[in-house]
């Protein structure tokens, strides 16, 4: 027999049933509450305890530490899958055949190009415009060159509009850069892999050819792959809810981009560094970010630390610091601020504030001191960030089609002013 939970209140007891996921979750499925009980409704701000949906893509332990898409783990999906691999399985469920993952390969070649237009849209940006505000722009223009509709039950048109986005936005990416350095908007060499042509894209210059680096792509790939996907977080969610309005997946993705921008989501990693930047700039002196970090008058938070459902190492971050050391080294780059970031660590590790909240290192924590390594300038850090997340996005906006989930459309409970007779305005 399923778990059952009874809720008591004003003296009549209900019972709601207790939904039970594959890996032992469970939740109180509260659907008919507001029906049964004349009007009652809960209230969670944050959505810290509230299931928007059940998911097949992805799981996370956030008290042990442990993140799997389709299963598998990140630690072993990192080490032997590729970034175009991932995203396959992110998106259609299951590993890719050698034939399959070439076909999917070949099929985002044939659609590596945008709009001639769209260099109109770009030019009308400032040079100083942040490139997450241009990506998202961009990312919503491409509707108006991609104007036909998916049919969601149609597997063809589906597969159509997935690897249209995922060959498209790439450009989108590289040429946020290129304006931001006044460089020309290069294209893609459909002779290079997905991440390889995305490097070149990003770091070919008209005066010299372009160095192939395997180390440095080798050090992106795996990084995309880290930030592929992680369930309900804030952007994949306004994705979903914004989809579930029946919105397009390129209106829904561009709203997702908007979402990530933000510095507590993935807006850190651009903050972690100049964080460490500013620490060094001030003599080096951890402690007293610490204590700023922790004084309840001063808004300044550790970047880059904290996560709403990890109480543990976030998995990715382990991973992250050992590529940090390994790309520095490799690279032969010698950076004091990863010095800073490891102090920072350390001492936020064996402090009684962070133990008692159990305030870990994060995704964002150590990746833009790859980032910088590999070149690619601080303001872009969240555009890599958005980069990565897009096979996540276009999953979970799939499964919720596919699911025909209703729109998403949460209840409130209203503290204003009751109803009162309008005032004339010389009167007031
Ligand atoms: N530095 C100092 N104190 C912190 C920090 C931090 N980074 N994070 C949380 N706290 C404190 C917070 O002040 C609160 O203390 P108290 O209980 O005394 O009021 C307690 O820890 C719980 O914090 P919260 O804000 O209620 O937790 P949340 O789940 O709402 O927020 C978070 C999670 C990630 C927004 C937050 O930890 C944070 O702002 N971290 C810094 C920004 C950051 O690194 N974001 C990247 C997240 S991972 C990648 C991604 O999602 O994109």
């Not at 980069?387 to 276009?394: A, E, F, M, Q, S």
């Not at 906006?397 to 007779?421: A, D, H, S, T, V």
């Amino acid at each position: 027999m399923s778990d059952k939970a009874i809720l008591e209140y004003k003296g009549q007891k209900y019972e709601f049933p207790v939904v039970e996921g594959s890996e032992n979750e469970h939740a109180i499925d509260i659907k008919t509450l507001r029906a049964v009980t004349g009007g009652l409704i809960t209230i969670d701000p944050g959505y810290k305890n509230t299931g928007s949906c059940e998911s097949a893509i992805t799981f996370l332990d956030g008290e042990k530490g442990i993140l799997r898409y389709r299963g598998y783990s990140i630690e072993e999906l990192a080490e032997k899958a590729d970034f175009l691999e991932v995203a396959y399985l992110l998106i259609f469920g299951e590993l890719p055949s050698k034939k399959e993952l070439q076909k999917f390969n070949n099929d985002i070649r044939e659609e590596s190009y945008v709009d001639e237009e769209m260099k109109n849209i770009l030019d009308g940006f400032p040079k100083s415009a942040h490139p997450m505000g241009v990506l998202s722009s961009l990312t919503s223009a491409l509707i108006a060159f991609n104007p036909i509709p998916v049919d969601i039950d149609s597997e063809e048109e589906m597969y159509s509009a997935v690897v249209r986005i995922l060959a498209k936005f790439p450009i989108l990416v590289v040429w946020a850069l290129s304006k931001r350095q006044g460089m020309p908007l290069n294209y893609s060499d459909g002779r290079l892999g997905y991440v390889e042509n995305i490097h070149k894209m990003m770091f070919k210059r008209p005066h010299r050819e372009y160095q192939k680096n395997k180390v440095v792509v080798d050090a992106l790939d795996n990084l995309l792959i880290l930030h592929a996907d992680h369930e309900q977080n804030c952007s994949t969610s306004t994705v979903r809810i914004v989809g579930s309005s029946h919105a397009g997946l390129f209106a829904s993705i561009s709203a997702g981009v908007s979402a990530l921008w933000g510095p507590l989501h993935g807006g850190a990693n651009q903050a972690v560094l100049e964080m460490l930047e500013a620490i060094v700039a001030d003599g080096g002196d951890t402690k007293k970010y610490m204590a700023k970090a922790k004084d309840k008058n001063d808004p300044f938070r550790l970047m880059g630390f904290g996560h709403r459902v990890y109480k543990n190492f976030d998995p990715r971050a382990k991973i992250i610091k050992k590529a940090a050391d390994e790309v520095l080294h490799d690279l032969g780059v010698d950076d004091p601020i990863l010095e800073v970031a490891k102090g920072l660590e350390k001492e936020a590790l064996e402090d009684q504030y962070f133990i008692d909240r159990k305030l870990y290192p994060n995704v964002d924590f150590y990746s833009g001191i790859i980032y910088r390594a590999l070149g690619i300038p601080t303001e872009m850090f969240t555009v890599m960030f958005a980069l990565g997340r897009l096979p996540g996005w276009i999953a979970q906006w799939r499964e919720m089609r596919q699911r025909k989930e209703p729109i998403g459309r949460p209840r409130q409970i209203y503290i204003g002013e009751n109803l009162r007779p309008f005032v004339d305005i010389e009167k007031r």
